[in-house]
C-alpha cells in the first residue's frame, strides 16, 4: 500500500485540472465569440446589401420617371435623339446620381447583338474633362447578366468591373410604347460597398473580442472556485493513501469543512470522501480478516485435491510385469478439484477392471461424490459376476441417501488378458472409441443404462467385444468432446476420432491420451477450461 502511495506522489501532472479547463474554456469561449462574429458580421452584411440593393432599385425607378415619357420608342439610330435634348436628360441624370450618392444612372436598348446607349449620367469628373458617354454609344463590355435581362425581361444585381470601374448594378428591364425592351440601371461604386462591409467586419470581431475577453475572465474565477477545493482533496486523498488510509485530524476537519461551504457537487464530493474513507478502513479491517479465511480454505482445497490425486492410480507404466496391457490415464481439473474420474486395478492375475466416470456439477461437492464413486467401485469390482451387476451395486449406494440429487454417469468394463475379450456396462456416459492395430477407428455402441445415483432399481446391460493384439480401447468425459473455443464451436466426437485417426500405428497408450489432449489444448486456444477432462487409454499387447 505505501509502494502505491509513493508512487501516486511521485508522478507530476504536467496537465492539470485547471489547466485542462482553462483550455477547454478558452475554446469555447473563442468558439462562441468567432461564432458570434460570423453570425453578426453576416447580419450585418445581409442589411448592407439589402439596403443598397433597395436604393439601387429606388434608383432605377426615379430613372423611369426622369426619362420622358415616349423617349425609348423615338430611338430607332445615332441620329434619332437631338444632342440638346440628349445632353439636357444627362444633365438631369448626373444631378439626380449625385445626390443618389450613385456613379451611374442609365438606360440601355439592344439592336441585334448590340447594345446601345440610350440615356446616362456623367461623373462629375467626366463633365469636367468633357468625356461624357454619347447618345447611342456601344457598349461593347456589356456583363452577362445585363445580356440575360434583355432576353427573360427579369430583375438582376450584378457586381463586375469594366472600362468605367467597379460596380454594383441592377438592370430592371421595362417596356417602350411600341414594345421594345429597354434596361433600366443604376450604378454603386462596389468600393463603397466594400467600405461598409469591412466596417462591419471590424464591427464584428470587436464585439466577438469583447465577448472572448468577459467569458475567460468569468471562466478564469469560475475555474479557480471549483479547482482549488478540488486541489485540496487531492493532496487529502495522496496523504491518506502515503498514511495507509489514517486520518489526519487536521485534514479530516478541513474536508468537513469544504462540505459544510459548498453546497454544490464539490461540497457533496467532499462528504461522500469522508465516508468513503471511514468505509474503506472498516473494509481493510475486514479484507484482513477474509485473506485469512481464503488462505485457509485454499490450503484446504490443495489438500483436497491431493487426497482426490491420491485416490486415483498415478503411476505409468502401472504393471511393469504385465506384457499384456499397456495402460495409462490423465485428469485435468477445471477447478482445484473436479468430479471426473477414472481407475483400473487387476481383479486377479487374468482380468483388468476399468473405470471412467463422470459426476454432475464441479468443485468440492463433486469431488466428494466422486470420492465416494471411485471407493465404491473399487469395493465392488471383485465381487460381482458382471459388469452390469457390478454398476447395479454401485448406483444402489449411490441412491440411498442422496440429499444433494447428485448423478455420476460411467462407464466400467472388465478386460480378459487371456483372449482379450472385454465385458462393459454403460451408465449414460460417452461410448468410447476403439482403435484397432490396422489404423481403423470404431465407436462402440451404446448400451441401455442410465446415470448412476437417479433410480435404485435401474437396470444396466452387460455387453462384449474383442480387442486383438495392439487395439487400443479409448475413454474419456465430455469434457473433451464439449470442450468449447473462442466461436463457442465443440470439439465433437467426430474431431476425437480424427485425433486418434492422426495417431502412429504403434502409438503407446500414453501417446495416445497425450496426443488427444494435445489437440483439445489446440483447438480451444486461449479460452479457459469450463469442464473437467479425463481420457483413459487400454492397450490390448496380446496374451
Not at 344 to 354: C, E, G, S, T, V
Not at 491 to 517: P, V
Not at 522 to 540: E, T
Request: with cysteine.
Amino acid at each position: 500500500m505505501d509502494d502505491v502511495g509513493e508512487d501516486f506522489a511521485a508522478r507530476p501532472r504536467r496537465f492539470g485540472l485547471k489547466l485542462q479547463l482553462l483550455l477547454l474554456l478558452f475554446v469555447l469561449s473563442l468558439t462562441s465569440a468567432v461564432a458570434y462574429s460570423a453570425v453578426l458580421y453576416n447580419i450585418d452584411r445581409h442589411d448592407i446589401i439589402s439596403g443598397i440593393d433597395g436604393r439601387l432599385r429606388t434608383a432605377a425607378e426615379a430613372v423611369r420617371e426622369i426619362v420622358p415619357d415616349g423617349y425609348h420608342r423615338r430611338i430607332q439610330d445615332a441620329d434619332s435623339i437631338p444632342p440638346e435634348e440628349f445632353a439636357a436628360l444627362q444633365d438631369r441624370l448626373s444631378r439626380f446620381a449625385e445626390r443618389a450618392d450613385l456613379v451611374y444612372v442609365y438606360t440601355y436598348m439592344r439592336f441585334g447583338n448590340e447594345i446601345r446607349t440610350a440615356s446616362t449620367s456623367a461623373t462629375p469628373r467626366e463633365v469636367a474633362e468633357h468625356s461624357e458617354t454619347p447618345f447611342f454609344a456601344l457598349y461593347d463590355t456589356a456583363p452577362d447578366r445585363l445580356r440575360r435581362s434583355f432576353d427573360d425581361h427579369k430583375v438582376r444585381f450584378d457586381e463586375y468591373e469594366d472600362s468605367f470601374g467597379r460596380f454594383r448594378s441592377i438592370y430592371v428591364p421595362a417596356r417602350a410604347k411600341d414594345g421594345r425592351t429597354y434596361v433600366l440601371g443604376a450604378d454603386i461604386a462596389l468600393g463603397v460597398v466594400q467600405d461598409k462591409l469591412v466596417q462591419a467586419l471590424k464591427t464584428s470581431i470587436a464585439v466577438g473580442a469583447a465577448m472572448f475577453a468577459l467569458s475567460m475572465a468569468l471562466g478564469w474565477l469560475l475555474v479557480d472556485r471549483i479547482v482549488q477545493p478540488l486541489t485540496r482533496l487531492t493532496t487529502f486523498t495522496r496523504n491518506m493513501g502515503q498514511r495507509n488510509f489514517q486520518p489526519d485530524e487536521t485534514e479530516t476537519a478541513a474536508m468537513r469543512a469544504i462540505s459544510r461551504k459548498r453546497a454544490d457537487e464539490v461540497g457533496s464530493l467532499a462528504e461522500a470522501m469522508s465516508a468513503m474513507i471511514a468505509r474503506l478502513q472498516r473494509y481493510l479491517v475486514e479484507m484482513e480478516a477474509a485473506t485469512a479465511a481464503r488462505e485457509r480454505v485454499e490450503g484446504e482445497l490443495s489438500a483436497a485435491r491431493d487426497i482426490q490425486v491420491g485416490l486415483l492410480p498415478r503411476e505409468f507404466p502401472p504393471f511393469p510385469g504385465r506384457g499384456e496391457i499397456d495402460v495409462f490415464a490423465m485428469l485435468e481439473s477445471a477447478r482445484e478439484v473436479g468430479g471426473d474420474l477414472y481407475d483400473y486395478h487387476l481383479i486377479d492375475r487374468n482380468r483388468l477392471f476399468f473405470v471412467v466416470g463422470d459426476v454432475s456439477g464441479k468443485g468440492v461437492p463433486a469431488a466428494l461424490f466422486m470420492a465416494m464413486t471411485t471407493t465404491l467401485f473399487k469395493a465392488h469390482a471383485g465381487s460381482s459376476v458382471t459388469t452390469g451387476e457390478i454398476m447395479a451395486r454401485v448406483n444402489l449406494e449411490l441412491t440411498r441417501d442422496n440429499a444433494a440429487e447428485m448423478f455420476v454417469t460411467a462407464i466400467c468394463g472388465v478386460l480378459d488378458l487371456r483372449t482379450g475379450e472385454v465385458e462393459y456396462s454403460d451408465g449414460g456416459h460417452e461410448a468410447p472409441f476403439v482403435r484397432r492395430a490396422g489404423g481403423a477407428i470404431e465407436r462402440l455402441p451404446k448400451q441401455r443404462g442410465m446415470a448412476l445415483g437417479v433410480f435404485d432399481d435401474a437396470a444396466f446391460e452387460t455387453a462384449r467385444f474383442q480387442l486383438a493384439p495392439g487395439d487400443a480401447l479409448v475413454l474419456f468425459t465430455d469434457g473433451v468432446s464439449e470442450a468449447t473455443n473462442a466461436e463457442d464451436a465443440l470439439f465433437t466426437n467426430q474431431r476425437i476420432e480424427a485425433a486418434l485417426a492422426a495417431a502412429e500405428a504403434e502409438a503407446s497408450a500414453q501417446a495416445i491420451a497425450q496426443g488427444l489432449a494435445a489437440d483439445v489444448r489446440v483447438f480451444v486456444g486461449a479460452v479457459p477450461q469450463s469442464d473437467d477432462i479425463a481420457i483413459l487409454v487400454v492397450r490390448y499387447e496380446g496374451a
